[in-house]
């Protein structure tokens, strides 16, 4: 693992460097207090649902305001 990858948070399934809306949404439908997160896809897969689907929930909460989506 190189320095870089090492500061940022990957995905706890797949390895690959997360967003802040991965590891919003992932707070947001999984559990608040989480350390470790899925990225979109492993999310998708996880949950049963689309990346799709998880984006627009992501654009859904921004709009309202939650402050996990800057």
Excluded: W
């Excluded at 707070?27 to 979109?40: H, P, Q, S, V």
């Amino acid at each position: 693992m190189d320095s870089e990858s090492a500061k940022q948070p990957c995905c706890k399934k797949c390895g690959k460097v997360l967003s802040y809306d991965e590891i919003g949404i992932h707070k947001k439908m999984i559990n608040r207090g989480a350390t470790e997160f899925f990225c979109l896809a492993c999310l998708a897969a996880y949950t049963n649902s689309t990346e799709e689907r998880l984006r627009e929930r992501i654009e859904h909460f921004r709009r309202q305001g939650c402050l996990l989506f800057q």
